[in-house]
């Protein structure tokens, strides 16, 4: 799933269905406010991320002898009206969480004092129909283009690591010796690249409004040198901020 960023947004957890329970649809309703203003954002589209659980009795092997848990999630979509409220219908049949997100060429969400987790009593029923709302918080989103390369003499040990600042990677590319991108084995850094003719492309969008300014780090080894780099990178909205590594 795309981002999942780095973002944190209002999350709704609800008990195990009874056997035979006939479920009731349930509403999601909030406003989208923006970030620095407070003032509603009209015509924006907003998304929600409905996921269900639930135990499948028919796969079970050593590890989960009863059933096997698995989930499943569908995607919701409207658009914020003339005082930025908006609203979502669904009928879940298992125990479900949501997410409620705004992404789109004009804002994204930014975490807000106001996400809060609701946790609901283990008899709740789903067959009744509940209303929830909250408030979502967006800004103009700024972008930084990360062009990772090795230069110059090049070592099969070479190792760069990459830590951006709080967002969420959007797309990436580039290559490494013909091999895809692997995880990354440092605690604390999100992408990681090994080896000869690393030349690769990887795009950060940020909220670009209330801060101007965000700081990167990075580390390149090479057998036993460790080279550490801290740097801050100016953003603005709606603009890409170019920053090369070369190592």
Known sequence: MKRLIIIFLLVLCFSCKKENEKFAEQEVNGILLHNITKQPLPGQSIELYLTESWVDKNRRDAEFPNGMPVSSTNKYSTVTDAQGKFSFQFTPAHDWNFVVDVNNSEYISVVSISNRVFSLTRNFSTSITQNFSDTVYAERPGYIRYHVQNIGLTYPADSLYLSTPVGF?????????????????????????????????????LAAESASKVLVRWLHMRTDTVAYVTDSINISPHSITDYPINY
Not at 179 to 205: M, Q, S
């Open 169 to 205: 990677q959007y797309k990436f590319s580039g290559f490494l010796n013909g091999l895809g991108y692997t995880l990354p084995k440092r605690e604390g850094y999100i992408y990681w690249w090994a080896g000869e003719n690393v030349n690769a492309i990887v795009y950060d969008t």
